[in-house]
């Protein structure tokens, strides 16, 4: 659903200098741990939205809420997540943030009706901010630099880990036990992860810059004004002042927030950094891509459940051939990019999505057998493998070292928000379409659902044509010193795949 700072940081400071360094297993497992509990939850709860419905008579509208609650939450927040770290010491607020998860985690499992879970789901979204960013940092100035790229690289995993299975996993906690289920198993983990963080990680420090209070309130409202305008114009009519009054309030929000982001001496949001034309357009991009690929499977994995009548964990397993492929072409695509470009690997990815998800549109029927859809379910997971490297890497191309936790921040937050838009406007396709959440009629909603996100992710596929080649030269060509200084480099931003990733999640 899902994230973070991509990007390692320079060694931060410490007030725990007489400390002796952790064993690298133990900060591996103190940061690695809640990252996968927070990065699990972005997609765990897809396959239980059918049974939720059942459960709570839940209505199409609050079904996008469970997922919607928790993405917004998270991205109007990790920015100022890791201001806070900065300014009050980057241990404490992950602890914090490990806390608020996990109790908020029980409420979510105690929730006796829609609204509140859908507000238990909101604080884990906040949670969830505060663990992802501080994750990577942390671990990177707990290790010493000759270690760092591959305890990064073992983070990564565990990241990718997280996304590919949280289908899996709600899928068989559903199957064994009962909805509640999946947010009960993150109450032990998160009570033995704040133990880990407090015994294995330093409380390093970073600049105390004033918080943009004022840039948190304009974007969180704006979003969430514009979202719930989207979510609520099928049934309470487009032209409705409930309506009208949503998306103008939220217009006016995000216009206010440029503004202010434009002069204040601290932003949430650096406007700046859009300068740079690789930068730009690889938001444009991945935004593009988590708003067709994850609102088309919040569709997709629902018909599975609804129209082909699989058990949660059947359909779990039956997308696990789009899930899982990430994960091996993911790291192929980072090997590639420098030589083959950046450019090229993206538009071929989000070409192979968006045909994938036309393909699919063919196949949106009770009597299609499953196996029809094994080859666009591969085809998808190939294209998103090639999309997640290569983009992280054109974030960060050409931004200043001192940029790189603002950029990857900002990429993760324009990534969630895409997730969040993706959802609701493929949920107000779906149901003015005439979908509605039983076998005859989920497939004649599900069908110009898809096809939108199939659109958005070939437009945005024509706007990655706008990014530079991103091929670099070798190591070989070069002294021994700027050698060394790249190894450096790629070893900060050997994370960046999976973390992408996690954002998008």
């Known amino acids: 659903m899902s994230s973070a700072i991509e990007a390692a940081p320079a060694p931060p400071t410490s007030r725990a200098a007489g400390r002796p360094p952790s064993p690298l297993w133990l900060v591996l497992v103190a940061t690695a741990l809640p990252m996968f509990m927070a990065t699990l939850d972005n997609l765990v709860m897809t396959n239980a939205l059918p049974v939720l419905h059942e459960e ?89 630099l000759a270690r760092r790229p591959l305890a990064i690289g073992i983070w990564g995993g565990v990241a990718g880990l997280g996304v590919a299975t949280g289908p899996l996993i709600g899928g068989a906690v559903l199957e064994g036990w009962a909805w509640q289920a999946i947010f009960w198993i993150n109450v032990p983990v998160g ?15 970073g600049a105390r810059l004033r918080a943009d209070v004022v840039g948190l309130v304009l974007s969180g409202l704006g979003l969430l004004a514009v979202v719930y305008g989207i979510v609520r114009g099928n049934e309470a009519g487009w032209d409705s002042l409930e309506v009208l009054g949503s998306l103008t309030a939220g217009g006016i929000l995000l216009a206010s927030f440029v503004a202010w982001e434009a002069r204040t001496p601290a932003p949430l949001l650096p406007l700046r950094l859009f300068r740079d034309r690789s930068f730009t357009v690889a938001n444009l991009a991945g935004f593009g891509f988590s708003f067709g690929a994850f609102g088309s499977i919040f569709i997709l994995i629902q018909f599975l459940q609804v129209v082909q009548g699989s058990t949660p964990l059947e359909a779990a397993l039956q997308t696990s051939p789009w899930t899982l492929a990430p994960m091996v072409v993911a790291p192929l695509a980072g090997l590639i990019a420098p030589r083959v470009g950046t450019r090229t690997l993206i538009v071929t990815g989000l070409l192979a999505l968006g045909g994938a998800l036309f393909w699919l549109t063919g196949l949106l029927d009770a009597s299609v057998e499953y196996s029809s859809y094994v080859a666009p ?26 940029d790189h936790a603002k950029a990857s921040g900002t990429n993760s937050m324009l990534r969630e928000v895409g997730v969040a838009l993706g959802i609701a406007v493929s949920t107000a396709v779906f149901t003015g379409a005439g979908g509605a959440l039983n076998p005859v009629d989920y497939a004649v909603g599900a069908e110009p659902a898809v096809l939108v996100g199939a659109a958005v992710l070939v437009a945005s596929a024509l706007v990655a044509l706008l990014l530079p080649s991103g091929k670099t030269v070798g190591a070989a060509t070069r002294d021994e010193g700027s050698a060394r200084e790249t190894a450096d480099r790629d070893a900060a931003t050997e994370a960046e795949p999976i973390e992408a990733a996690v954002a998008a999640g």
Do not use: K
């Open 377 to 402: 379910f591969i085809v998808a997971g190939i294209g998103m493998g090639l999309v997640f490297a290569p983009s992280a890497t054109a974030v960060l191309a050409t931004m200043a070292a001192d």
């Open 56 to 144: 709570f008579g839940a209505s199409v509208e609050e079904l996008q809420w469970f997922m919607n609650a928790y993405t917004l939450a998270f991205a109007s927040t990790i920015l100022m997540a890791v201001a806070l770290g900065d300014r009050f010491g980057r241990r404490t607020v992950f602890v914090i943030g490990i806390v608020v998860f996990t109790l908020s985690s029980a409420f979510a499992a105690l929730a006796a009706d829609p609204g509140q879970l859908i507000a238990t789901r909101a604080l884990q979204g906040f949670g969830a901010a505060a663990i992802m960013p501080l994750s990577l940092t942390l671990l990177a100035g707990s290790v010493p």
């Open 191 to 205: 009570i033995v992860s704040v133990g880990l963080a407090l015994l294995a990680l330093p409380n390093s420090f």
